[in-house]
């Protein structure tokens, strides 16, 4: 099994700063990652596939990043929407897995 | 619009039974890879099954192997999760999430909203 590591999992950022979150997978995974966003009490929703490719509709303040085992997410200017929990996830084998998640919380 | 539409949670007894349903709507069905996605009270998200394009390839965590049950009915755009033998641990909001058009199973988009499967006496 891959194991997902993210860190940190708590990350403290004031509004209009930039936010990075990292996301090491136990073995390679090539471009194989997902990540995720989710709001209290709201569906998971895609933000990037393929390690780098914003979903639609994704605003281009996300982006990301990495290969192989170490990737990251940035938020370039945290909007007051974006503080939430974050998620990547492996699809590069059975079983597919998710970190435990960063949760990114106002300062 | 894609629609993703869970139904089935509830309230039951552990080694008790359920089947969860989720209705898709504004995609060709059948094109796609499907999966099941849980989260417990409080925790982060936890891959359960994913089941390919066809039915052909059924793939399960190792905490759900032979007790759990993913399928689809393409004429009815419906996916299902038959659940036997439940445990309180697996208490759990289930997503349903469509994956890929492709040969891989890949990441998830979109999800339903979920539905809430409580195991308790």
């Known amino acids: 099994e891959i194991v997902m590591t993210q860190s940190p999992a708590t990350l403290s950022v004031s509004p209009g700063e930039r936010a990075t979150l990292s996301c090491r997978a136990s073995?390679?995974?090539?471009?194989?990652l997902a990540w995720y966003q989710q709001k209290p009490g709201q569906t998971p929703r895609l933000l990037i596939s393929?390690?780098?490719t914003r979903a639609t509709g994704i605003p281009a303040r996300f982006s990301g990043s990495g290969s192989g085992t170490e990737f990251t997410l940035t938020i370039s200017s945290l909007q007051s929407e974006d503080f939430a929990v974050y998620y990547c996830?492996?699809?590069?084998?059975?079983?597919?897995?998710f970190g435990q998640g960063t949760k990114v919380e106002i300062k | 619009e894609v629609q993703l539409v869970e139904s089935g949670g509830t309230l039951v007894q552990p080694g008790g039974s359920l089947r969860l349903s989720c209705a898709a709507s504004?995609?060709?069905?059948?094109?796609?890879?499907m999966t099941w996605v849980r989260q417990g009270p409080g925790k982060g998200l936890e891959w359960v099954a994913t089941?390919?394009?066809?039915?052909?390839?059924?793939h399960y965590v190792d905490s759900v192997e032979g007790r759990f049950t993913i399928s689809r009915d393409d004429a009815r755009n419906s996916l299902y999760l038959q659940m036997n033998s439940l445990r309180a641990e697996d208490t759990a909001v289930y997503y349903c999430?469509?994956?890929?058009?492709?040969?891989?199973?890949?990441?998830?988009?979109?999800w339903g909203q979920g539905t809430l499967v409580t195991v308790s006496s």
């Open positions: 999430a469509r994956g890929t058009s492709s040969f891989f199973a890949g990441w998830f988009d979109p």
């Open positions: 504004g995609f060709t069905f059948s094109s796609y890879w």
């Open positions: 089941i390919k394009q066809h039915g052909s390839e059924k």
């Open positions: 073995q390679s995974l090539n471009n194989n």
């Open positions: 393929g390690a780098s």
């Open positions: 996830q492996q699809y590069y084998n059975w079983p597919l897995t």
